[in-house]
């Protein structure tokens, strides 16, 4: 079945840029999504079609893609952006969807 | 205000089987594909299945192929999940969810389901 790789973790201090990255054989033909998910919260979309910003999501958060890896990136990290984030696609025929294993930002 | 309410989760045996139900309220519940996606205790985001918007064609995650079904009635806004021979791997807390649909991701605040061997 198709796979989704992902950093378990990421460690980054206040201010300073974070990357996540997110990797997949079908990633240049399907789109990404990035979501946020706090403890004991539901998920929060934060990038979608891998590199839009929903409304009401900071500018600090944006998304690029480069072949079989996209990347989120936060720059200015703040605290309140420590959470899980989880990358989702599609496989190639686009039947059957898919999340990454989830990454922990850990603001230092 | 957009609300995804899930219900029916609760305490089963294995073996057993379970009827998850997602009320669904300000949106147009018919024009959007939906989803469950679980989330066992201390682990990651898992996409179950997926119904189109007439109720005319769905996908299964490999994990729950033919032992869950996914529905929806668009006269009463709800989605349904009908599982079957649960174990304890089915474990987890149920979402019912849009995912991505037109710069926008609705998702409820999830059920959980516990199979006990």
């Known amino acids: 079945s198709y796979e989704l790789t992902q950093p378990p973790s990421v460690s980054v201090s206040p201010r300073q840029t974070a990357r996540i990255t997110c990797s997949g054989d079908?990633?240049?033909?399907?789109?990404v999504y990035w979501y946020q998910q706090k403890p004991g919260q539901a998920p929060v979309l934060v990038i979608y079609?891998?590199?839009e910003r929903p409304s009401g999501i900071p500018e600090r958060f944006s998304g690029s893609s480069s072949g079989t890896t996209v990347t989120l990136t936060i720059t200015g990290v703040q605290a309140e952006d420590e959470a899980d984030y989880y990358c989702?696609?599609?496989?190639?025929?686009?039947?059957?969807?898919?999340f990454g294993g989830g990454t922990k930002l850990t603001v230092l | 205000e957009v609300q995804l309410v899930e219900s029916g989760g609760g305490l089963v045996q294995r073996g057993g089987s379970l009827r998850l139900s997602c009320a669904a309220s300000g949106f147009t519940f018919s024009t959007y594909w939906m989803h469950w996606v679980r989330q066992a205790p201390g682990k990651g985001l898992v996409w179950v299945s997926r119904?189109?918007?007439?109720?005319?064609?769905?996908n299964y995650a490999d994990s729950v192929k033919g032992r869950f079904t996914i529905s929806r009635d668009n006269a009463k806004n709800t989605l349904y999940l009908q599982m079957n021979s649960l174990t304890a791997e089915d474990t987890a807390v149920y979402y019912c969810a849009t995912l991505y649909h037109d710069f926008e991701s609705y998702w409820g605040q999830g059920i959980m389901v516990t199979v006990s061997s």
């Open positions: 079908a990633l240049p033909k399907q789109y």
């Open positions: 989702q696609s599609a496989d190639s025929s686009g039947a059957y969807l898919v």
């Open positions: 119904i189109n918007t007439d109720g005319s064609g769905a």
């Open positions: 079609k891998d590199s």
